[in-house]
Structure formats: C-alpha cells, structure tokens
Nanobody, 127 residues
Framework: QSQLVESGGGLVQPGGSLRLSCVAS????????IGWFRQAPGKEREGVSC????????NYADSVKGRFTISRDNSKNTVYLEMNSLKPEDTAIYYC????????????????????WGQGTQVTVSS
C-alpha cells in the first residue's frame, strides 16, 4: 500500500526545535515534489514549506521563513522539516503531501487534489 508516514512531532518549549520526518512506502519519492502543511486548532489548513523532486528548489510560508528548513534524502525515501525557534503559534498537526505536479506543490495551495497525504503528526509548543 502506498503511503506517507510522518513522525518527530511532540511537545517542545518555545524557542525549542523539532525535526519532522516523512517516510514514503510503496512510492518512489524521486518523482514527487513534497509539501508540508499544518492545521492548528480552529484554523484552516495552510501550506508551510515545499521542495522539488530533486531538492534543488524550496519555498516557505512567510510565517516560518528563517526558522524552518525543508530537505530530502531520496535514497532513504524521506523528507525532513527542521523546525527551530518554535513559537506557540506553530502548534498544529503537520502533514506531508506528495504530488508529481511540482507546479501545484509549489503553490502550497489546498485547491489541488494531491496524490498522497500522510496521517499527520502533532506538534505542540508550550511552556
């Protein structure tokens, strides 16, 4: 069964760091652009970051720029989201998304029906 599985979430104090992983099984991520989305309680899901299939291009939402770094290791079929200087407003469920349409992923928009979604991992930033 083709799927994406996120991990690495947890409870962290403000200013702390976490690294999320998104591991693919049943699909070869070499051909897929990847996006990270998040959904905070009572808020709409939003795009956080994205990376091209080769890893050469990435983008970030303004709210996380300079604090989050997306990367990928296609040999491990894994994409990472390094999150530093975390704030309480980063609290959300984080989802990874895979799609062959790099142009769609690059928009970090929810208007497209993406090929694969993970089940999400909870990130809580609180003292």
């Amino acid at each position: 069964q083709s799927q994406l599985v996120e991990s690495g979430g947890g409870l962290v104090q403000p200013g702390g760091s976490l690294r999320l992983s998104c591991v693919a099984s049943g699909i070869t991520l070499d051909f897929y652009a990847i996006g990270w989305f998040r959904q905070a309680p009572g808020k709409e899901r939003e795009g956080v970051s994205c990376i091209s299939a080769s890893g050469a291009h990435s983008n970030y939402a303004d709210s996380v720029k300079g604090r989050f770094t997306i990367s990928r290791d296609n040999s491990k079929n894994t994409v990472y989201l390094e999150m530093n200087s975390l704030k309480p407003e980063d609290t959300a469920i984080y989802y990874c998304v895979a799609d062959r349409r790099a142009w769609a992923i690059a928009t970090m928009s929810l208007e497209y029906e993406y090929d694969y979604w993970g089940q999400g991992t909870q990130v809580t930033v609180s003292s």
